[in-house]
């Protein structure tokens, strides 16, 4: 039986830093839970739009942890022109970030439609940027009100809701590829086996990233326990399924993207009438023995450096090479308990599995 596993520089594809005291708190979980890379999603308050933001931004992270490398990322607004693109490339910018309208935290200013923004996808196409989609299209809209009749003439029920979110979003995937097949593209946290599938069946240019805890979760999971809601939602057994395979089949398109996105207390675990809990489950500072536990679970533990490290750095060109120092040893443990809470004045934070053994630790050799 393996007892210690070392795994070069494991990085995260997909990681909400957030902001201000938060920000204190969450950055240097990234280190803490075994990262040395984190690419930063942009769904800040104000939205993260320009260059000159990004860069803003990555100094007060660095400030917090120089050790960790940040590859920054601009959310996709209407603002957006080709001439911010070739600046935003030159600035070291990695990618471009696409929230559909509405769907998860900060994403009111998400798009509705990709048309318009193809001219941007083209200088995304010419620099060599990556476009990151969260692949869910909004739920239908509620229809009760008197006029619900004209409603449903004008605006035909699509039957769309968290659970198909994702598999109605596929096509809009299949296009955009189709139109810019050498633009590099990543699906962001798939959930379910049509996108999957959906991945596979795309050229070498698109990619997809998986969480750590749609690889443990089903929809008996979140629903009544807010702090296993999360967007998109964990779906059925056989989609969970489906993400496992795909890792331990070691398809060197689907990578380890977090999704780790932390909220207040206060924002999780109350929901009244009138204001429901955020979507978000953290994961950061217990990622790399979280993934070896649930990994080792189904039997894809020697999957795990390819999964980590290896086939993200290489679609996003941040391989590494033979003198690179940084390598994290896990060890096995008989009682790695996750804490409770991680605590900062004025923010809480509930992690993911808190309270429950992990199989494994890292080493502080
Ligand atoms: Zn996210």
Redesign the pocket.
């Known amino acids: 039986m393996t007892n210690t596993i070392r795994v070069p520089a494991p990085a995260d594809f ?3 830093l957030r902001q201000e005291e938060m920000a204190r708190l969450v950055v240097p979980h990234v280190r803490k839970g075994g990262f040395s890379l984190a690419y930063v ?1 942009p ?1 800040l308050k104000p939205p993260i739009t320009t260059a000159a933001l990004a860069l803003e931004y990555k100094a007060q992270l660095q400030a917090i942890d120089p050790s960790v490398e940040y590859l920054m990322t601009l959310y996709l607004s209407p603002d957006l022109t080709p001439d911010d693109i070739i600046k935003a490339k030159e600035a070291g910018i990695v990618g471009v970030k696409s929230y559909p309208r509405g769907v ?2 900060n994403s009111d200013g998400g798009i509705e439609s990709y048309e318009i923004y193809y001219p941007v996808f083209e200088a995304m196409q010419r620099v060599d940027m990556v476009l990151n989609l ?1 692949g869910e299209i909004p739920s239908d809209p509620l229809t009760v009100s008197i006029h619900v009749f004209v409603i449903l003439s004008l605006s035909p029920i699509q039957n769309t809701c968290v659970l198909n979110a994702e598999p109605h979003f596929l096509p809009h995937l299949h296009s955009l590829h189709k139109a810019f097949p050498r633009l590099r593209i990543v699906l ?2 798939a959930t379910t086996r049509a996108a999957v599938e959906a991945v596979k069946a795309c050229g070498p240019t698109v990619a997809c990233t998986i969480t750590a805890h749609h690889l443990d979760l089903t929809v008996d999971d979140w629903a009544g326990q807010s702090f296993h809601f999360c967007k998109p939602v964990a779906k059925y057994p056989d989609d969970r399924q489906a993400l496992r395979e795909v890792i331990l089949e070691g398809h060197p398109r689907f990578f380890l ?1 977090s ?1 780790s ?1 932390p909220h207040p207390i206060d924002s999780k675990a109350i929901s009244t009438a009138s204001h429901g809990c955020a979507a ?1 489950v953290y994961t950061a500072p217990i990622l790399l023995p979280l993934l070896a536990h649930l990994l080792e679970s189904f039997g894809a533990l020697d999957r795990l450096e390819g999964f980590v490290s290896t086939f993200g750095r290489r679609f996003y060109q941040r391989e590494l090479d033979a003198t690179d120092p940084e390598v994290i040893i896990l060890q096995r443990a008989d009682a790695f308990v996750v804490e409770d809470k991680y605590e900062a004045e004025q923010v809480d934070v509930i992690p993911f599995w808190a309270g429950k053994r992990l199989g494994w630790q890292i080493s502080s050799q």
């Open positions: 997909h990681v909400h999603m769904n998860t935290t969260h962001e946290h993207g999704d996105a978000g």
